[in-house]
């Protein structure tokens, strides 16, 4: 074991001993500060220790091409001080290595919903398009607070809305939940724990009137796509959604019973939802396509729609309901339920609500009926 005073001249002309491929030469004054000199010419700083369980260790320092001779003397006294106090740099170093970056907890997180949840479309597009390009190469360890708090914040200034906005940082915050479960190193401490959080509102409830519905309807049955009426009269008499309504297959209808069988709703539980006489009539006039088990398919390709955009689209300009969307047809549904002296209980279990407060947005117009109710009395009185 060699022993040198490792200064700029020693450094610049160490030899490496005949006959060996590389000599390692111990500074005189730093425990563990070693030169490697091999053959080939190169030469490397490293700091050689014990750990705490006796075993001999290394911590390369840099190459003498790469760092100063002075910041390396620094590097190892930190290092060999570090020593003393009953660290081990080495460990450190295997640990940092084995911090993933988020792209890799990210897959990880795209796998779980994938087996696991119905809005793996949502949460795949959510990481491709906004959180992969901005975390995807970071790190987890050095995605910090702040820095997810200033994304987010940058997120809403450029016009995200804060549902939107909500969906990333939620989803963002899953990754690390997921991946701490599996006790992945570094992700045992959430970026996205305890970042303020104003009250989301994004209800956007329209009602149609029975005019406007009439609109539609009439608009619908002069689509270039034949199917959008039927699709369009279901969901007004059924309030269901339309993903659901696209998806549903005949052997799940029973027109004895009048009652469609909806096998895996939003909630993730099976739901039946009562078929009114103007729906039934509905289901009836739908066109049988022969081996086709689709209640109301695409007739060109005998699948469900992927999507119906162009002929609503089309359909809302003739009926002059600028801005309607599909899902407003579910509101809708209720509205005139809940106009006619439906109770919100019942509207609710049609609707297929998991509880009753989301049946409460329509409480509002539950307390118009009871008006008409008292004012009719009023005038009764008076008269």
Not at 301 to 327: C, D, E, Y
């Given at each position: 074991?060699?022993?040198?005073?490792?200064d700029h001249a020693f450094v610049s002309t160490a030899p490496c001993e005949p006959g060996k491929a590389k000599t390692d030469w111990y500074d005189d004054t730093i425990p563990g500060f070693v030169l490697e000199r091999r053959k080939s010419g190169?030469?490397?700083?490293?700091?050689?220790?014990?750990?705490?369980?006796?075993?001999?260790?290394?911590?390369?320092?840099?190459?003498?091409?790469?760092?100063?001779?002075?910041?390396?003397?620094?590097?190892?006294?930190?290092?060999?001080?570090?020593?003393?106090?009953?660290?081990?740099?080495?460990?450190?170093?295997?640990?940092?290595?084995?911090?993933?970056?988020?792209?890799?907890?990210?897959?990880?997180?795209?796998?779980?919903?994938?087996?696991?949840?119905?809005?793996?479309?949502?949460?795949?597009?959510?990481?491709?398009?906004?959180?992969?390009?901005?975390?995807?190469?970071?790190?987890?360890?050095?995605?910090?607070?702040?820095?997810?708090?200033?994304?987010?914040?940058?997120?809403?200034?450029?016009?995200?809305?804060?549902?939107?906005?909500?969906?990333?940082?939620?989803?963002?915050?899953?990754?690390?939940?997921?991946?701490?479960?599996?006790?992945?190193?570094?992700?045992?401490?959430?970026?996205?724990?305890?970042?303020?959080?104003?009250?989301?509102?994004?209800?956007?409830?329209?009602?149609?009137?029975?005019?406007?519905?009439?609109?539609?309807?009439?608009?619908?049955?002069?689509?270039?796509?034949?199917?959008?009426?039927?699709?369009?009269?279901?969901?007004?008499?059924?309030?269901?959604?339309?993903?659901?309504?696209?998806?549903?297959?005949?052997?799940?209808?029973?027109?004895?019973?009048?009652?469609?069988?909806?096998?895996?709703?939003?909630?993730?539980?099976?739901?039946?939802?009562?078929?009114?006489?103007?729906?039934?009539?509905?289901?009836?006039?739908?066109?049988?396509?022969?081996?086709?088990?689709?209640?109301?398919?695409?007739?060109?390709?005998?699948?469900?729609?992927?999507?119906?955009?162009?002929?609503?689209?089309?359909?809302?300009?003739?009926?002059?309901?600028?801005?309607?969307?599909?899902?407003?047809?579910?509101?809708?549904?209720?509205?005139?339920?809940?106009?006619?002296?439906?109770?919100?209980?019942?509207?609710?279990?049609?609707?297929?609500?998991?509880?009753?407060?989301?049946?409460?947005?329509?409480?509002?117009?539950?307390?118009?009926?009871?008006?008409?109710?008292?004012?009719?009395?009023?005038?009764?009185?008076?008269?």
């Amino acid at each position: 074991m060699p022993k040198a005073k490792l200064d700029h001249a020693f450094v610049s002309t160490a030899p490496c001993e005949p006959g060996k491929a590389k000599t390692d030469w111990y500074d005189d004054t730093i425990p563990g500060f070693v030169l490697e000199r091999r053959k080939s010419g190169g030469m490397t700083y490293y700091l050689r220790y014990q750990d705490q369980a006796g075993r001999q260790k290394q911590h390369k320092i840099g190459g003498v091409k790469d760092i100063k001779l002075a910041d390396a003397r620094k590097k190892a006294q930190q290092l060999r001080a570090e020593v003393v106090m009953g660290g081990d740099p080495r460990a450190k170093k295997v640990l940092a290595k084995a911090i993933p970056l988020y792209s890799e907890i990210a897959a990880k997180h795209l796998a779980f919903a994938k087996l696991h949840l119905r809005s793996y479309d949502t949460v795949e597009m959510c990481l491709r398009v906004h959180i992969l390009p901005k975390w995807g190469r970071m790190r987890v360890t050095d995605i910090d607070r702040n820095a997810v708090a200033q994304w987010l914040s940058d997120k809403r200034a450029a016009g995200a809305a804060a549902a939107s906005v909500e969906k990333m940082r939620v989803i963002l915050g899953r990754s690390f939940e997921l991946a701490a479960q599996e006790g992945v190193p570094g992700c045992d401490k959430n970026p996205t724990r305890g970042l303020p959080r104003k009250p989301l509102n994004n209800a956007r409830e329209r009602f149609l009137s029975a005019e406007e519905a009439a609109r539609l309807r009439s608009a619908v049955a002069a689509s270039k796509n034949p199917q959008l009426q039927h699709i369009v009269g279901l969901l007004l008499l059924t309030g269901a959604r339309m993903r659901e309504l696209l998806d549903a297959k005949w052997e799940h209808v029973d027109v004895e019973r009048r009652s469609w069988l909806i096998p895996t709703s939003k909630t993730g539980k099976a739901r039946h939802v009562p078929l009114s006489t103007a729906a039934l009539a509905i289901v009836e006039a739908l066109p049988h396509f022969k081996g086709c088990p689709w209640l109301v398919p695409n007739p060109d390709t005998l699948k469900p729609f992927v999507s119906i955009k162009h002929g609503w689209q089309q359909a809302i300009r003739t009926a002059k309901l600028p801005g309607l969307r599909i899902h407003d047809l579910r509101h809708s549904a209720a509205s005139f339920m809940v106009n006619s002296g439906v109770d919100l209980f019942a509207v609710g279990k049609v609707l297929g609500h998991a509880s009753y407060q989301s049946t409460q947005r329509y409480s509002h117009l539950a307390n118009d009926t009871l008006l008409a109710a008292v004012e009719a009395g009023a005038a009764k009185q008076v008269a």
